[in-house]
């Protein structure tokens, strides 16, 4: 069973930063992504890397970089420039043999 941990959420003001981190147990997994939830709304893919390729939704990019340890079994969310609409439960998740595993979330609320 692979266990995924989040950490570094937090509460910020609007324009600052904060590094999301996850933890997940094992090593080969093809896909590490976050995505997350704001309250009322449906959870979405902020960013995913898989091997070298990595995907930013249009409402991060340019704000958030996502990065991989070379163990490969941690991942990591740079956030800058974060704006209140940014507030939201933040989940990992990762890929193993075509099955996706997810954190419990770790929240991050920025006040304007």
């Known amino acids: 069973q692979v266990q995924v941990v989040e950490s570094g959420g937090d509460l910020v003001q609007a324009g600052g930063s904060l590094r999301l981190s996850c933890a997940a147990s094992?090593?080969?997994?093809?896909?590490m992504g976050w995505h997350r939830q704001a309250p009322g709304k449906q959870r979405e893919l902020v960013a995913r890397?898989?091997?070298?390729?990595?995907y930013y939704a249009d409402s991060v990019k340019g704000r958030f970089t996502i990065s991989r340890d070379n163990g490969d079994n941690m991942v990591y969310l740079q956030m800058n420039s974060l704006k209140p609409e940014d507030t939201a439960v933040y989940y990992c998740?990762?890929?193993?043999?075509?099955?996706?595993?997810w954190g419990r979330g770790t929240q991050v609320t920025v006040a304007s």
């Open positions: 890397i898989a091997s070298a390729a990595t």
């Open positions: 094992g090593r080969g997994f093809t896909r």
């Open positions: 998740a990762v890929t193993m043999l075509g099955r996706d595993y």
